[in-house]
């Protein structure tokens, strides 16, 4: 269908919902083919052959190899206007499927099991769709796939290649299976965390298990920081200021008898705002301290800050619901933040932005991301084309 088609008709909306609606099963095979087909951060080779090449079929111009694998298109409308960022992730997970699906993931140890592969076929029907609907459109849309969110890498690296040049605001999706296919949500503010991370290497001094007062314990010290950094959320953090510390890996020793050189630990840290975030990495920074002193170890902190929390812009998020509600005939639901973390917010961070909840739970499942047997609801697809196309219809009206 092209631009000259849609000339003549008077209600975007209902164009919107027929070309999704055509282009649906199409979308279910990329789709498909891309789950068999799982590659990690900065692997999406083949991924983003795939959609090179149907961004090439559709006559859009595009970059490939940005920031690594990524793929930055430009639509451009039919009259003036600012530029508007719509961004879908890439990625998949090293997680061994055990969905038993017939296009389940054809490579050991790796799937996709947050969704990604479904993202990456929604922002191609909205291509589609808003390359069919370009001379409606005042300025031009930036189609941003993106490699390595998984990482928290891949947003950063395409912005150091130019992904975000030029762009004046930004919307983000995310797939949802905590809610049914058809609905749609958001969160006002920050509506993701901070995602920082560390590293703690604590050095004691080795010796036999019976005789510790010739050793020095780092396993010891590891046990106490690992309590005392739930102190941080505790008794340091405000109450009513969300925050997480999680300690995701100690390990240290070889066996029964020997008391160990070291121990490591990996921790992560995620909070909503930037002086909740100063507290916890001072916090952790203090505990550290306080073991070499207190167990006589010695510590070897990398504490990196990651990304910052993902804070939805009124402006943004209030013109984004409006269409959608207009689109879907059925208001998104307001919901709270998460703790989780989405490089989005690289994005986020500078141009005013959203990011969309798209409801992709099946009937009679419970499904949660990052799960070995995770099976969104195909259906959210062109419901994720009709939502995205509709709020760039409208924010470059």
Do not use: W
């Not at 550290?288 to 939805?312: I, K, M, Q, T």
């Amino acid at each position: 269908m092209t631009g000259a088609h849609v000339a003549g008709i008077n209600e975007p909306g209902r164009r919107i919902a027929e070309l999704a609606s055509a282009l649906a099963p199409g979308l279910a095979a990329i789709r498909r083919d891309i789950h068999a087909h799982p590659e990690l951060a900065f692997e999406e080779v083949r991924t983003a052959g795939i959609v090179s090449a149907e961004l090439s079929r559709l006559g859009i111009l595009h970059r490939s190899n940005v920031g690594g694998t990524g793929v930055l298109g430009m639509i451009e409308g039919g009259r003036p206007g600012p530029t508007l960022a719509i961004r879908a992730d890439m990625d998949a997970l090293p997680i061994h499927e055990e969905t038993g699906l017939p296009f389940a993931s054809t490579v050991a140890g790796k799937m996709h099991a947050c969704g990604h592969d479904i993202h990456t076929v929604t922002l191609l029907g909205v291509a589609e769709v808003l390359r069919d609907l370009a001379p409606m459109l005042a300025g031009r849309v930036a189609l941003v796939f993106q490699p390595a969110e998984e990482t928290l890498e891949g947003a950063a690296a395409m912005i150091r290649d130019g992904a975000a040049d030029g762009i004046d605001m930004a919307i983000g999706f995310h797939n949802h299976p905590d809610m049914p296919v058809g609905e749609t949500g958001y969160a006002r503010g920050a509506c993701l965390a901070a995602s920082d991370r560390f590293d703690l290497a604590i050095r004691g001094r080795s010796g036999h298990a019976a005789h510790p007062e010739s050793a020095v314990d780092p396993i010891l010290a590891g046990a106490h920081f690992v309590t005392q950094a739930q102190m941080v959320v505790s008794r340091e953090v405000d109450p009513i200021r969300p925050a997480v510390v999680t300690i995701g890996m100690l390990s240290g020793g070889t066996t029964y008898n020997i008391i160990p050189e070291r121990v490591h630990l990996k921790g992560t840290i995620r909070t909503l705002d930037p002086g909740t975030r100063d507290i916890a990495e001072a916090a952790i920074r203090r505990l550290c301290a306080g073991l070499e002193a207190g167990f006589r170890v010695s510590c070897d902190l990398d504490y990196r800050r990651l990304v910052p929390p993902l804070v939805n812009d009124d402006a943004v998020l209030d013109r984004v619901l409006s269409a959608v509600s207009a689109q879907l005939g059925r208001a998104p639901v307001q919901g709270v933040a998460s703790m989780g973390s989405e490089d989005f917010a690289e994005f986020a961070g500078r141009v005013p932005a959203m990011q969309l909840r798209i409801g992709s739970g099946a009937p009679g499942r419970a499904d949660k991301l990052h799960n070995a047997g995770y099976q969104p609801d195909e259906a959210c697809i062109p419901l994720g084309v009709q939502a995205l196309s509709r709020a760039a219809l409208e924010i470059l009206a």
